[in-house]
């Protein structure tokens, strides 16, 4: 769901909204981007490649401009732009492992900061408009990035897996050196916008989002500032985000109708999120 319909939907539901605002919003035009599905065990691991599940920004390169997954601008400098190739481009924008908030400080300025934006990479996983199943588009992108020697353009590794306990072993790999998990793409999947089948996502705890509507009140050592976040998930569930806030994040909580992540571990009868820790405050782009 886009950031748009999922915030104000819940904004509707909780009086945060008015039905004009969320028609204004959800008039905004996106760009096609694929986006994957949980990872199922029954799957055959030999139709798929498999790459690192980045902790970036998804990014779409249009010829012109970077996109968000809402079609928001990212303001990169000119020379970062300037010699990306004239073909669309799917990927993230990238610092490094745990990095996100750094990440998100730099590309969400509308005046961008040369020196902020040395440390960004375009990690490039797919090229949309390119013949071919995924296997084809890897190929043009291969030699597309072999005639643009660009340092902060990198197309992304992508190798197959002999079974299940190989791929296990690179996930326990990546998630020990803070990495976020792995991204599965079959092979002869042809490019689709939306949630689909050829795309999996594969991580050793599951995210979601949810919406700030309140706080509670901290106690003890927190006492004076925010102890957790009140926050209601998509299908109405309200419930606490408290573990993960930091104490900057507790003296000055993101406001109402902000939109965060938070991981979790299974679910309890009622639906609620088991072991519920907050991530980050998801951008609005």
Wanted: glycine residues 8%.
């Amino acid at each position: 769901m886009r950031y748009s319909s999922f915030v104000l939907s819940i904004s509707l539901v909780c009086g945060l909204a008015s039905p004009a605002i969320v028609a204004t919003a959800l008039a905004a035009t996106a760009p096609p981007v694929s986006l994957a599905q949980l990872y199922r065990d029954e799957i055959d691991l030999t139709r798929y490649w498999v790459s690192e599940k980045y902790d970036g920004a998804r990014t779409w390169w249009n010829g012109t401009h970077l996109l968000s997954r809402n079609g928001n601008i990212f303001h990169a400098p000119d020379w970062f732009t300037k010699s990306l190739p004239a073909t669309v481009l799917d990927g993230e924008l990238w610092i490094g492992r745990g990095q996100f908030q750094l990440l998100m400080q730099t590309i969400r300025d509308s005046e961008p900061d040369d020196n902020a934006w040395r440390q960004v990479k375009f990690l490039v996983f797919d090229a949309p408009q390119a013949k071919g199943d995924f296997t084809s588009r890897q190929q043009a992108l291969a030699d597309l990035f072999n005639q643009h020697s660009v340092d902060w353009l990198q197309l992304v590794n992508q190798r197959r897996v002999a079974d299940k306990q190989q791929l296990q072993q690179w996930l326990d790999q990546v998630v020990a050196s803070d990495g976020e998990g792995l991204i599965l793409q079959r092979g002869d999947s042809s490019y689709q916008a939306g949630r689909h089948s050829g795309l999996l996502k594969l991580k050793t705890s599951q995210d979601a989002e949810a919406v700030v509507v309140g706080y509670i009140p901290g106690k003890g050592k927190y006492t004076g500032m925010t102890g957790s976040l009140q926050v209601v998930d998509a299908s109405g569930r309200r419930f606490r985000l408290g573990s993960g806030l930091s104490d900057e994040q507790r003296r000055n909580p993101p406001p109402i109708g902000t939109l965060v992540s938070y991981r979790f571990q299974g679910r309890t009868n009622s639906g609620k999120p088991r072991f519920a820790r907050f991530l980050r405050v998801r951008p609005t782009e």
